[in-house]
């Protein structure tokens, strides 16, 4: 529902709008008064009642949301794109948005655009009251996991094999039992964005921010990487390899080259300004626990992912390189499913057994334990 932090978020729209409609003026009463109480209702029938929320005749929802994907994108093209609206019509709505703001809110900047000041300072303001008005039009209770049977499909990048995938379609399956559950390959995150807005798929497991920006996005889990090799390998006894080490060395990788961007280890590299030798792509996770033992392969994946191969196979764990950091995994999801109950309940349920998974892992201390009593 609206909320006093509702009306707050309309107090830089102020200067905008001419006042004149006797409903705006009542809800103005909520700002500068201390007794909200008295207004609510006032003040949310002004802002209600119509089906489109105007304050005067040249500002309305439509105007609110093409001034979020500007801000957010600075750039007409990429707005239009993420809008699913032609370049020509967001040109219009930005001309007609300069007007009523009195300002340019976006500038030219060498070869892209900038926020001006005033579009700096009413950015958080237009995506806080676009929320609570999703919030207050979305269908409550529209979502059943005991008895929906919709198709999800999750893309996942990042390779924790046998660790995080089966906990997850083991707790979807529990709470859902008739849905339909695809963990979807990988392609191009530009696909993958694509596949999000046109509803193909409904959530993404990445390691990298950047491939995925101007997406809604929630930090799922960090942990270290480590290398995997052969017991025979040259290098097996020692504890850690270098980066100089690293590069020298073939690779086996489930990162075909069209997702680089996307994958947490030669994303990094790429930023680094490296390329490793990879010299063996495979489609899966899975199929390096048959290729690295006996081999000179080096496999880099997370260390809990890393330990759980080492419990059973005649291979050794290695600390990778400090220079690629940690891993790092978010969830990624479209602004259009935000409020819907369907996606907060994937959501909330793909986090959850992420923290029980890896709190369990860091707590113990001792990994391949934890994955025996699995």
């Known amino acids: 529902m609206l909320t006093a932090q509702s009306f707050a978020h309309m107090k830089p729209f102020a200067n905008a709008f001419d006042g004149r409609s006797e409903r705006f003026r009542t809800a103005q009463k909520c700002f500068r008064s201390a007794q909200f109480s008295r207004y609510r209702q006032a003040a949310y ?9 105007t304050f005067d005749a040249r500002i309305d929802l439509r105007h609110l949301r093409v001034l979020r994907a500007l801000l957010a994108e600075n750039s007409v093209s990429r707005a239009a794109k993420v809008l699913g609206q032609s370049q020509p019509a967001v040109s219009v709505a930005l001309r007609q948005l300069r007007e009523i703001f009195g300002d340019p809110l976006l500038v030219r900047s060498g070869a892209g655009m900038v926020r001006t000041e005033r579009a700096e300072s009413i950015a958080e303001a237009v995506g806080g009251l676009l929320d609570e008005i999703d919030e207050l039009v979305a269908p409550p209770g529209a979502f059943d996991p005991a008895t929906s049977d919709r198709h999800i499909r999750i ?22 039992p008739h849905v339909r559950l695809e963990i979807v390959q990988p392609g191009p995150p530009e696909v993958t964005k694509q596949q999000l807005q046109d509803g193909e798929v409904d959530l993404v497991i990445a390691s990298r921010q950047g491939p995925f920006q101007n997406l809604r996005f ?70 390096a626990r048959y290729i690295v033992p006996g081999s000179n392969l080096v496999f880099t994946t997370a260390r809990p992912y890393a330990e759980e191969l080492a419990a059973d196979l005649p291979v050794n ?23 819907s109950a369907f996606g907060k309940w994937l959501r909330g349920t793909v986090r959850t057994v992420a923290d029980r998974l890896f709190r369990e892992c860091d707590s113990d201390r001792d990994i391949r334990s934890t994955l025996r009593r699995r």
Not at 155 to 175: C, D, W
Request: hydrophobic share 45%; glycine share 6%; with cysteine.
């Open 155 to 176: 893309v996942a990048y990042l390779g924790l094999g046998s660790l995080l995938i089966p906990a997850v379609v083991k707790a979807v399956r529990t709470e859902a």
């Open 317 to 339: 764990v290695l600390d990778a390189p400090p220079e690629l950091g940690r891993m790092s995994a978010f969830l990624f999801w479209h602004e259009k499913s935000h409020h």
């Open 45 to 53: 029938a002004a802002c209600t009642r119509e089906p489109v929320m």
């Open 218 to 287: 929630a930090p799922l889990l960090e942990c270290d990487f480590a290398c995997i090799l052969s017991s025979t390998h040259a290098l097996a006894g020692q504890k850690r390899l270098t980066i100089e080490e690293y590069l020298s060395l073939d690779h086996l990788s489930p990162s075909p080259s069209a997702v680089v961007l996307g994958a947490p280890i030669d994303g990094r590299l790429l930023d680094l300004g490296y390329k490793r030798n990879v010299v063996i792509t495979v489609p899966e996770f899975a199929l």
